[in-house]
């Protein structure tokens, strides 16, 4: 009897022994692959790996920058069967095969901290596909020396593209009426984004994706606002001459948040409000490009309880003030933004950047479609002629939406 129970024991401390080899020999490895090519990134990355790695047993976190062109490279990991478990994402989280995230989202926790209009973002049709981290919203730098010289009030949170031009006029010289100022009241941004204009008529789609809306009055004052900035009013600076925010001799500029460091000259006073509000039919309207930047995590991993753990834990308080402070992004949980805004100035007024969130709409870009529709739009010799001011916005809008919706229907009968 006692020999049986011995025997017994002896098997149970073997197989414990066992399985705890067994669990040793499944310690999990989570790939992390990131974006972009800034040092500042890649540092603040790797050491968040680290201490992840660190504090959870079980657990090692490889974060890794694969460089060149991130999407076509990790298309390419994933489409070969290259491990890849969490993932960055931009604006464009169609390109790669992310796993839905409601569970993480409905148990919520750290995740709440996440402002409302950013986590939408990365919803599509009810359904959390990625969470942002962080963003690139875009606000108005002012140089505060050229507005004193011109008697100008600095610009508040509630002005509008009517006085934005005012002042832009009252600070613009161009001494021998050459159309070609010496020194410049607005510079706005490239036609890159002049998609974010047209938001001043609210998000490019209707609710269910299915319809583009690019004729609304607020798009089409959207539109002509871009073309009056740029070409009608000579308040930019044009191209090929020495009128840059760094020589002192611009206004204003739009800019994101990744434009900060290079505008930190010395020598020049300057500060940021959000973009002017747009008056349409007498009402005010709010537009701003916003772009989110966002883990999601590999529809084909291996390890999708260990990279929920893992996402999860990146929106700990912790972690979002370190990015926050890193300044590498805005960060979007509310533990970030003390961090954020504790950086040195300038700009003083960095929740500004933070407040535009608010100001965000559903862009062209963020449709399943959106890189299809848009490259249907912008390659349309209307829309050419359209930006150059060479044929008005409210002629040309009816046609852009109609090949932008032809590309949207297309998509939807696939699916």
């Not at 049986?4 to 067994?22: C, E, H, K, Y």
């Not at 999407?71 to 069967?81: F, H, K, L, R, S």
């Not at 084909?300 to 890193?326: C, P, T, Y």
Request: hydrophobic fraction near 40%.
């Amino acid at each position: 009897m006692h020999r049986r129970v011995g025997r017994v024991l002896l098997t149970t401390a073997l197989v414990i022994a066992l399985s705890g080899l067994t669990g040793l020999a499944q310690d999990v490895k989570l790939v992390w692959t990131f974006c972009c090519a800034q040092e500042s990134r890649r540092v603040l990355f790797e050491e968040l790996a680290r201490q992840y790695s660190e504090q959870t047993p079980g657990v090692e976190v490889e974060a890794i920058y694969p460089g060149g062109s991130y999407p076509a490279t990790i298309q390419t990991w994933i489409a070969g069967g290259t491990q890849v478990d969490v993932m960055w994402t931009g604006q464009n989280m169609w390109a790669f095969p992310f796993e839905m995230l409601d569970d993480l989202v409905d148990v919520g926790g750290d995740i709440r901290s996440v402002h409302p209009s950013m986590m939408q973002s990365g919803e599509w049709l009810g359904h959390q596909v990625v969470i942002p981290y962080g963003a690139n919203t875009h606000t108005f730098a002012y140089n505060t020396s050229l507005f004193d010289e011109a008697g100008l009030a600095y610009p508040t949170a509630d002005w509008n593209w009517d006085e934005a031009i005012e002042m832009a006029e009252a600070i613009t010289r161009d001494t021998n009426n050459d159309g070609v100022p010496e020194q410049a009241g607005l510079l706005p941004y490239s036609t890159a984004v002049f998609a974010s204009f047209l938001n001043y008529g609210g998000d490019s789609y209707s609710e269910d994706g299915r319809k583009l809306d690019l004729t609304n009055p607020g798009a089409v004052a959207g539109a002509n606002l871009y073309v009056d900035i740029t070409k009608r009013l000579g308040i930019a600076p044009a191209a090929g001459t020495e009128v840059a925010w760094q020589n002192g001799n611009i206004g204003m500029q739009q800019i994101g948040i990744f434009n900060v460091p290079s505008m930190r000259v010395d020598g020049l006073s300057w500060d940021i409000a959000p973009l002017p509000g747009l008056n349409v039919e007498g009402e005010r309207r709010t537009s701003t490009f916003v772009s989110m930047e966002a883990w999601g995590i590999n529809r084909l991993s291996q390890h999708k309880n260990e990279a929920r753990d893992f996402v999860r834990w990146l929106f700990s308080e912790d972690v979002m003030a370190q990015i926050g402070a890193a300044g590498v992004v805005i960060p979007t949980s509310s533990y970030g933004y003390a961090s954020f805004l504790g950086q040195n100035p300038p700009p003083a007024n960095l929740q500004a950047f933070i407040d535009s969130f608010a100001y965000g709409h559903q862009q062209i870009g963020t449709h399943p479609a959106g890189s299809d529709v848009w490259a249907a739009i912008a390659g349309n010799a209307l829309y050419t002629q359209m930006i150059n001011d060479q044929a008005d916005p409210g002629a040309v809008l009816p046609e852009l939406e109609r090949v932008g919706q032809a590309v949207l229907d297309e998509y939807w009968s696939k699916q």
